[in-house]
C-alpha cells in the first residue's frame, strides 16, 4: 500500500505538474503551494508526528478494507496495533471534527486499532524494498524510536543489528507500560512483523564498560553508522526541602520511583503496595502506577498533582478511566519532606500550591504558598515526575544540551561522526508517537548519509476523485465509544485489557464521521458562471466570494481576500479549511465546474 513512486524522465514532477494534471488521474507534485495545502488542511496528519495519512486509513475503514488501512498505518506509524491503545493522539486535538460546531473529535485511535484487530488473519505484509547497501548499521535501544529506524533502514537495504539489554525488544512499550493497556502478545506481533526483513535483534545485550559488556567504541569501529535509541530510562529524582537530590527515597521501604516499580514487576520481579497509595507525578507513568496499584490490592489510592487535572499530559480517557477504577485525583500540591521512623514512611508532607502563568513547554506554574503545609498520611509512596537520559555506557565524550540530553544537528547526528540519536535519548521523556516519528526521520538521514544522496524525497499524490465520498447526515453521528471490561473485572487481573476495541459495525460507524479533510474541492474558475447555487446549498460559511488570495514567500496559499460587491469578484472559492467536504456544492453545480481530488503526503524514489 506505499505510496511511492520513481522520479524518472517520464514523471509529471519533471514536467508542469499543474497542467499534466489533467491529462492524468494520478500526479505527484513537488510544488509548495500543495504542500501548503495540506498543513492547512489536513490538522490531523499535519498533528501526527509521524505523519500518518489519517483520512486515507479511515476511508479504506469505510469501504471494509481493514487490510489496507493496516497498510497505511504500518507505512508511517510502524506499529498501528500497539499505537491504536496507548497513542497520546495529537491528532484528535486538532481533528476538523471537534472544532466549535462540529461536535466531538473523531475517535483517530481506536479506529487505528480497529485495522490491525480487524484485518484478516491471513493479511499479507507489504513492503517496498532495496537491494542490499553494503553498509552496516548498529542500533542501541530497543524502544519505538530504535524499532521504527531499525524497520526504515532495514528496507533501505542496510545490514542493521538492534541491541537491547532485557530480554525482550520493546523498550518502555514492554517494561513501562502496563499489560491491561498493551497486550504483550499483540506487542510482540507488531515488533516481529517490523523487524523480520532481515534485522538481527541481539536481546540481553548491554552496551557500556562493564565486565560482559560491549564497548561503545567497538560498535563505532565494527558498524558504518551507530544510532542510540536508548531512551530515558533512570528516574527523575524527587527534590525535598532538606533533600534536593531526593536521597531520602531510598531510606524508606514504602517510597519508589514509578519507573522502577514498573519496571522490576515487568521484569517478574514481586511488587506489592498497601492499603493507602500515594502517587507523586502527572503523566502516563503516575497514572499507570495508580491503576497498578489498585490491582495489586491498594484500597485508597490519589495521584497528586503540583497543578490540577486540566493541565496534565495524558489523554482525557486515560484520566476517566483511572476514576472508574476509584482512583482520586488531588490539584495544587508540591511534595517537600517524607516523614516516618526505622525506614518506614508514614506521611508525605506537602505544600499547598496556586495557579501561575504558563511554563515555556505551554503547562501552568505551580507556586508554593507560604505556611500551607500540610501532612498527608499513606502506606506507600510512589514517585512518577518524569525520566531522564543516562549516559554512562558511553565510552566517548558526547555533546549534551542543557537538559542533560544528546545533542544532534539536524540530520539527527551528534556531535561524534556517524553517531546518530533518536527518540527520548535525544527529546527526554516524551511519547511513542513522537519517538517513532524521530526514528523513521533519523532512519531517513542515516541512509542518506552512508548513500551520499537522498534515495526518497516527500512529494504529494494527487488523484482525481469522481463524485462525494461522504454524505451530510454523517456529520452528525455522535462519537463512538470505546467498549470497556468491567470495573470489578479489571481491577482483579493485571493482565485483562481494559480497553475491549471495536466491532465492524462500530469501527465503520465511528468511520463515518471522518471529514476526509484530504479531499480537496476546488471551483473551475473560468467555466464558473457564478450563479450562487453552490453558495446558497452550503452548510457552513465554505464557499465564498473573493477578490483575491495572499501568497506567501514560499509559494503556500494565505488568506483570501473575501468581499461583497460583485464588481470585486474575481472567484468564487471553496474555503477548505471550512469545507466538510459534504458535496452539498458538487452536486448542485450547473456547469460541472466543481472537481474533487485526493491530496496525500508520500515519499517518492529519486533514481
Known sequence: ???????????????????????????????????????????????????????????????????????????????????????????????????????????????????????????????????????????????????????????????????????????????????????????????????????????????????????????????????????????????????????????????????????????????????????????????????????????????????????????????????????????????????????????????QNRLGGWRENGRRKAIPIKGSEFDFDCDTVLVAIGQRTAHDFLDAELELDRWNNARTDENGMTSLEGVFAAGDYVKGASTVIEAVGQGREVARAIDTWLMGKPRRVPAVRIEKVEAPLRQRAWDFIPRTHMPTEEIEERCANLTEEVEKGYDDALAHEEARRCYLCNLHYKIDVDNCIYCRACIEVAPKNCIKMVEGIEIHADGTYGKLLETGEWDHVGAIWIDNVECIRCGACYEVCPTQCISITRNQLCMVEVE
Open 1 to 351: 500500500m506505499a505510496l511511492t513512486n520513481r522520479i524518472g524522465q517520464n514523471t509529471d514532477l519533471n514536467r508542469n505538474g499543474r497542467e499534466a494534471a489533467a491529462e492524468s488521474d494520478v500526479h505527484y507534485s513537488r510544488d509548495p503551494r500543495d504542500f501548503g495545502w495540506l498543513r492547512e488542511n489536513v490538522p490531523c496528519q499535519a498533528a501526527c508526528p509521524a505523519g500518518t495519512d489519517i483520512p486515507a486509513y479511515i476511508l479504506a475503514i469505510l469501504e471494509g478494507k481493514y487490510g489496507d488501512s493496516y497498510e497505511i498505518n504500518r507505512e508511517a506509524n510502524v506499529l498501528p496495533g500497539v499505537l491504536g491503545r496507548i497513542c497520546s493522539r495529537p491528532c484528535e486535538t486538532e481533528c476538523r471534527h471537534g472544532w466549535p460546531g462540529n461536535g466531538e473529535p473523531v475517535s483517530i485511535c481506536h479506529l487505528k486499532r480497529s485495522a490491525a484487530d480487524l484485518k484478516h488473519r491471513g493479511h499479507r505484509l507489504n513492503e517496498s524494498l532495496y537491494g542490499p547497501s553494503g553498509k552496516k548499521v548498529a542500533i542501541v535501544g530497543s524502544g519505538p524510536a530504535g524499532i521504527a529506524a531499525a524497520h526504515d533502514l532495514s528496507l533501505m537495504g542496510h545490514d542493521v543489528t538492534l541491541f537491547e539489554r532485557e530480554d525482550e525488544p520493546g523498550g518502555m512499550l514492554r517494561y513501562g507500560i502496563p499489560e491491561f493497556r498493551l497486550p504483550r502478545d499483540v506487542l510482540r506481533e507488531e515488533i516481529h512483523n517490523a523487524l523480520r526483513l532481515g534485522v538481527e535483534l541481539r536481546t540481553g545485550v548491554s552496551i557500556g564498560n562493564g565486565e560482559g559488556e560491549i564497548p561503545f567504541s567497538t560498535l563505532r569501529a565494527d558498524f558504518d553508522a551507530v544510532l542510540l535509541a536508548t531512551g530515558c530510562m533512570a528516574a527523575t529524582e524527587l527534590p525535598l526541602r532538606d533533600d534536593p537530590s531526593g536521597r531520602a527515597v531510598a531510606d524508606f521501604e514504602n517510597v519508589e520511583y514509578g519507573f522502577d516499580f514498573l519496571l522490576d514487576m515487568h521484569r517478574g520481579k514481586p511488587k506489592k503496595v498497601g492499603k493507602r497509595v500515594a502517587v507523586v507525578g502527572a503523566g502516563f507513568t503516575a497514572l499507570d502506577c495508580a491503576r497498578v496499584a489498585r490491582r495489586l490490592g491498594g484500597e485508597d489510592i490519589s495521584i497528586h498533582l503540583r497543578t490540577t487535572e486540566e493541565y496534565i499530559p495524558v489523554t482525557r480517557d486515560e484520566i476517566l478511566e483511572a476514576k472508574a477504577e476509584n482512583v482520586g485525583f488531588l490539584g495544587l500540591r508540591t511534595p517537600i519532606a517524607l516523614k516516618g521512623e526505622n525506614g518506614h514512611l508514614e506521611a508525605v508532607e506537602f505544600v
